[in-house]
């Protein structure tokens, strides 16, 4: 009998303290294999186009058009009451000068991985 | 026997009662951050008129997004941060009223996002540079009826 009385004992606690974890993505991550054929001065729309394929947006700056591609990657964890959502996002930016080629690359990733989380407070950390 | 069958009773009311399906515990603390923040420390290294994009994204990564302000290229790095707490004061009522449990959720939370702009001029040296941070302005409300 105490066998039994413990056994549902621990599978209330079972039962009542989940956690998951999870993970997702948003848009197709663009290798830098892909990005390194694409040379400045040289590469055209049309290069950049068949390389990396549509932007997922065009920008006007300064009189020079810019196709913005961007990446974004999601860990989320949640233990008991705790729940916690990184989002990180990769962007780049390929900017043409008037003629259509080529002018600058924008293209890094931001610092330091993206982690798997659950504890929401900055304390007792930082 | 009789007290032995009563604690397990218990026990299944308590884990049957106490099941959370959808929803989640009495309290509940969440938070979503989009990016890293971007200290002042980490962008001494920008010298307006010598530093250009290219080692600008060398060390900080790709900006979000870019805008366009009259003759100059303005790029800009977000970090948001949003939080989020919940209280169940009903949740404990499940163990005394098993058939009809009210939910009592009171709490509430915020979204604050640091930005962080470069301006750069046509040779796409830098112009100048700003911090905006907001992201102290998320934070876990507890009482959502103070003004």
């Known amino acids: 009998m105490k066998s039994i009385i413990l056994g549902m004992l621990i599978l209330n606690l079972l039962i009542n303290t989940g956690c998951a974890f999870i993970r997702g993505n948003y848009g197709e991550e663009l290798g830098q294999g892909d990005i390194a054929t694409i040379q400045k001065g040289i590469s055209t729309r049309a290069d950049v186009a068949a390389v990396l394929g549509a932007p997922d947006r065009i920008i006007e700056a300064s009189g020079r058009e810019i196709f913005h591609y961007f990446h974004y990657d999601v860990k989320s964890g949640s233990v008991f009451i705790f729940s916690r959502t990184n989002i990180k996002s990769d962007d780049i930016f390929v900017i043409f000068n008037e003629a259509g080629v080529v002018e600058e690359l924008v293209s890094g990733k931001r610092k330091g991985p993206l982690e798997f989380q659950f504890w929401p407070f900055d304390w007792p950390f930082h | ?147």
């Open chain 2, 1 to 147: 026997m009789m007290l032995r069958n009563r604690f397990i009773c218990l026990i299944l009311a308590l884990t049957l009662t106490s099941l959370t399906g959808c929803s989640q515990g009495p309290v509940t603390w969440r938070r979503v951050t989009l990016n890293q923040t971007i200290s002042t420390e980490d962008v001494i290294f920008i010298v307006p008129g010598k530093t250009d994009i290219s080692a600008v994204v060398e060390r900080l990564g790709a900006p979000n997004d870019i805008l366009s302000s009259k003759n100059e290229i303005v790029t800009r790095y977000y970090f948001t941060d949003g939080k989020y707490f919940k209280a169940n004061y009903g949740w404990g009522f499940r163990f005394l009223i098993p058939v009809f449990a009210p939910d009592l959720d009171l709490g509430g939370g915020g979204i604050g996002r640091d930005v962080f702009q470069v301006t750069y001029d046509d040779h796409w040296l830098v112009r100048d540079h700003a911090f905006a941070f907001h992201s102290r302005s998320s934070e876990f409300l507890a009482w959502p009826f103070r003004d």
